[in-house]
Nanobody, 128 residues
Framework: QVQLVESGGGLVQPGGSLRLSCVVS????????LAWFRQSPGTEREFVAAISFVDGSTNYAGSLKGRVTISRDNAKNTLYLQMNSLRLDDTAVYYC?????????????????????WGQGTQVTVSS
């Protein structure tokens, strides 16, 4: 059974930074395509960033590019999201997601339906 557990969320002032972590247990971490999504109240969940299991290449949502960095540590079975220059509209629940290789090959890494496994989410609140 594959489980994803996020941590690192919290309250931060505008302009601040946070690093989110997602520990994945079960399955084969190094073969998963991984991503972060987020959801603000009253909105649909949206793509933040994805990282390939093949070569570590990354993909970012245009609105966040330059402010966030996704990375993975296959030795620790952990996915990270470094977020800098946080803004009020970055307030959301952040979810990590994992996809099997076939799903990544057949789908798109920025779509929710590509991912089979999801964490419960971690709240990020940006407020002064």
């Amino acid at each position: 059974q594959v489980q994803l557990v996020e941590s690192g969320g919290g309250l931060v002032q505008p302009g601040g930074s946070l690093r989110l972590s997602c520990v994945v247990s079960g399955g084969s971490f190094s073969t998963y395509g991984l991503a972060w999504f987020r959801q603000s109240p009253g909105t649909e969940r949206e793509f933040v960033a994805a990282i390939s299991f093949v070569d570590g290449s990354t993909n970012y949502a245009g609105s966040l590019k330059g402010r966030v960095t996704i990375s993975r540590d296959n030795a620790k079975n952990t996915l990270y999201l470094q977020m800098n220059s946080l803004r009020l509209d970055d307030t959301a629940v952040y979810y990590c997601a994992a996809a099997l290789p076939l799903s990544i090959y057949q789908g798109s890494d920025d779509l929710e339906e590509t991912y089979e496994y999801w964490g419960q989410g971690t709240q990020v609140t940006v407020s002064s």
